[in-house]
């Protein structure tokens, strides 16, 4: 048996909260087990992102939420990923977050930040698996469009 992870301690809150919608064992290896882990974002009144943080098992280790003030976007924390990656010792990340309009097609802002994202992240040898864009009427999952 393999031990847990400590839980650092900016993660312990999220990780009970975690823990009551998602199991321990349950790996998020596609982007239909991604999609079911962030449904709740869909219907959100403002923009949000979340990040989920995984083991080399596609585990899910730790998830940070950030809100915008704003219904029109949120800036993506690209120090904070990669901080928490290497705090977590993840070797893959997704991410996802919400269009409060109901359209799940991605901005060029989106694009342009998941680029970011990656480039940071493959910095320090982590890979960013998804970003899935979260709308009430679907949602649209950048590694299918072949844009990671």
């Not at 993840?90 to 342009?112: E, F, I, K, Y």
């Not at 320090?124 to 649209?140: N, S």
């Amino acid at each position: 048996m393999v031990p847990a992870s400590p839980v650092l301690p900016q993660f312990a809150g999220a990780s009970r909260a975690i823990a009551a919608r998602w199991p321990v064992d349950k790996p998020i290896a596609n982007p239909g087990a991604a999609a079911a882990l962030f449904s709740r974002l869909a219907g959100q009144p403002v923009e949000q992102v979340h990040i989920a943080y995984l083991d080399p098992q596609w585990r899910l280790l730790g998830l940070r939420e950030a809100e915008s003030a704003s219904a029109a976007c949120v800036i993506v924390p690209v120090r904070l990923i990669v901080t928490d990656a290497l705090a977590l010792g993840a070797g893959r990340v997704v991410m996802a977050h919400n269009h409060p309009s109901g359209d799940s097609t991605p901005s060029d802002q989106d694009l342009a930040s998941t680029r970011r994202v990656a480039r940071a992240l493959a910095l320090v040898e982590v890979r960013l698996v998804d970003h899935l864009v979260m709308a009430r009427g679907g949602t649209t999952s950048l590694r299918a469009m072949g844009l990671l």
